[in-house]
Structures are given as structure tokens and as C-alpha cells.
């Protein structure tokens, strides 16, 4: 059984950085694109960003220049590293996978940025 587990959120400053991570379990995720997603009280999930098996990545708007989504093959991991970051930034981050047609998700990691 594929089990997506996410790490390294926390409460930070405006302007300050974290960095999440997804560690995988019960599959080699390295053939995969892996995402994250974050959802906000009262708002629907959204799709931060993702990386494709040949390292391509993508981003939404908000957080391009800002964010950097990486994955270390060897430790069968994903990792966000997210800067400057703004109140707008706080959400329930999640990993995400597609496997076999279905859509696997981490358990989440709340981000909250505030003074």
C-alpha cells in the first residue's frame, strides 16, 4: 500500500521560508509526477505545483519565483521549498500522486504565516 507522508510545516513570519517534504512508502516514485497541493479554510484545494519523472516542473502564479519543488530519487522523496512567504500562503499543503488511475494523497501539513 503507497503511503505519502508530509513534513516541515509550521508557523513562520512574513518573508520567511520553509521547506516541506513527502516521503514515500509501499512504491518507487521516481517513473511518477509527483504535486503539491494546498487548500485553505473555505477554498477549494489548489495545485501549487508539480514535477514530472524528467524533473520538469510547473507552478501556479502566485507562487512562481517564490517556490521550488525538487525530488530526490534516492530517498523516494519530494520536497517544496517555499520563500518568501505571505499570509496568503497559509494552507493545509499536501503530496499528491496518480497511481493505477487513482489519486493518492499525504495526510498534509499546515503552513501558517503570520506576525
Known amino acids: 500500500q503507497v503511503q505519502l507522508v508530509e513534513s516541515g510545516g509550521g508557523l513562520v513570519q512574513p518573508g520567511g521560508s520553509l521547506r516541506l517534504s513527502c516521503a514515500a512508502s509501499g512504491a518507487i516514485i521516481s517513473t511518477y509526477t509527483m504535486s503539491w497541493y494546498r487548500q485553505a479554510p473555505g477554498k477549494q484545494r489548489e495545485l501549487v505545483a508539480f514535477i514530472t519523472s524528467g524533473r520538469s516542473t510547473n507552478y501556479v502564479d502566485s507562487v512562481k519565483g517564490r517556490f521550488t519543488i525538487s525530488r530526490d530519487n534516492a530517498k523516494n522523496t519530494v520536497a517544496l521549498q517555499m520563500n518568501s512567504l505571505n499570509p496568503e500562503d497559509s494552507a493545509v499543503y499536501y503530496c499528491?500522486?496518480?497511481?493505477?488511475?487513482?489519486?493518492?494523497w499525504g495526510q498534509g501539513t499546515q503552513v501558517t504565516v503570520s506576525s
Open positions: 499528491s500522486v496518480v497511481m493505477q488511475g487513482s489519486q493518492l
